[in-house]
């Protein structure tokens, strides 16, 4: 699986902004996929999941309330939709794909395949 990420930019705070990620091979729909994002001098956290048929979400904390994951297996496409952007969103979106479902998604380690990130910048 090949992950292709793409949708970030500059966007002032208190705006909103969807980043995509595209996924090409085969039986996209089994698999989980999370959103992980690396501010500057910081580790790469965990944002948000989906499962693979899209009806079940999990968001770390600090996005909860204004960030919605979801996805089209029709389009082998996952969507993040981020509102109310603060500036301490600031970061590296990377994708990633589970081949098989853990419990310990959110950390990194259970992810097989990753994206190469798009930047997403929010002004004050």
Known sequence: VQLQASGGGLVQAGGSLRVSCAASGRAFSTYSMGWF???????????????????TTSYADSVKGRFTISRDNAK?????????LKPEDTAVYFCAAQRYYTANFRSQADYDY???????????
């Open 37 to 55: 994002r690396q501010a500057p001098g910081k580790e790469r956290e965990f944002a948000a999941w989906i499962n693979g048929i899209g009806g």
């Open 76 to 84: 082998n496409t996952v969507f993040l939709r981020m509102n109310n």
């Open 114 to 124: 990753w994206g190469q990130g798009t930047l997403v910048t929010v002004s004050s």
